[in-house]
């Protein structure tokens, strides 16, 4: 009897466990609900006759004071004031900024690393990705406010991962076929165009000149 293949247990990196979870609909009401409530909110920016400026104004209005209200009239309900996170009263300790710099240290240094074979312009996968990447880009954002670009990213992130994890197999093979296409695509690139482009010799480093021996003082 065949037995189906395991399949490994998808990890995100840079998410928190907690985020990690509700994009990969771990927690489904959890992410429902946040999915939904952005789905509403996306359709209400679109079919509503403000701008997206003229909301996020009024929104900060309403929770202001809604906030106030809570906070000076929550006792005649036998309630207490809105939650206020610790670290927004008494700030960040000096561990609590260690521990948030060490975390970021990895990442920041792979970042600059990219950045730096990007610089050096060497790397021709590198810099076409770059290039290829930063043109769409532009033109995405063309098409589209920041709010519709949200929104796509949002879909997205709690779509994707999702059908990699249920599908990732087929779409590990869809990958590595795409990876091959891209090599064979960078290699004939270099054979054919890159090789026959003259590079500049780096003339020899000269000898420095060679000093006089001294004369000895005669006494």
Do not use: C
């Not at 994009?23 to 079919?47: D, H, S």
């Not at 209200?69 to 207490?80: A, K, M």
């Not at 060679?210 to 003082?217: E, F, G, L, R, W």
Request: net charge positive; aromatic share 10%; proline share 8%.
């Amino acid at each position: 009897m065949s037995t189906a293949p395991v399949k490994k247990e998808v990890h995100l990196p840079f998410l928190p466990k907690n985020v990690e979870d509700l994009v990969l609909w771990r927690k489904p009401k959890e992410a429902g609900a946040i999915f939904g409530g952005a789905t509403a909110a996306y359709l209400a920016y679109v079919y509503n006759p403000f701008n997206g400026y003229t909301i996020v104004s009024y929104l900060t209005s309403i929770v202001s004071l809604a906030l106030f209200l809570w906070s000076h009239l929550g006792h005649f309900v036998s309630r207490s004031g809105p939650p206020v996170p610790e670290f927004l009263v008494k700030g960040v300790t000096q561990e609590q900024a260690r521990q948030v710099a060490d975390a970021a240290l990895p990442v920041i240094n792979k970042a600059l690393g990219y950045v730096g074979v990007l610089a050096s312009g060497k790397d021709l996968k590198t810099s076409s990705l770059v290039v290829v990447g930063s043109y769409t880009a532009g033109r995405i954002f063309a098409l589209s406010s920041p709010f519709t670009l949200g929104y796509v990213v949002l879909v997205l992130a709690f779509v994707l991962p999702k059908v990699y994890e249920a599908k990732q197999d087929e779409v590990d093979k869809v990958l590595a076929l795409i990876k091959a296409k891209l090599n064979e695509g960078t290699t004939a690139f270099n054979n054919n165009v890159l090789s026959k482009i003259p590079k500049a010799q780096v003339p020899p480093a000269q000898a420095p000149p060679a000093q006089a021996p001294s004369a000895k003082k005669v006494e």
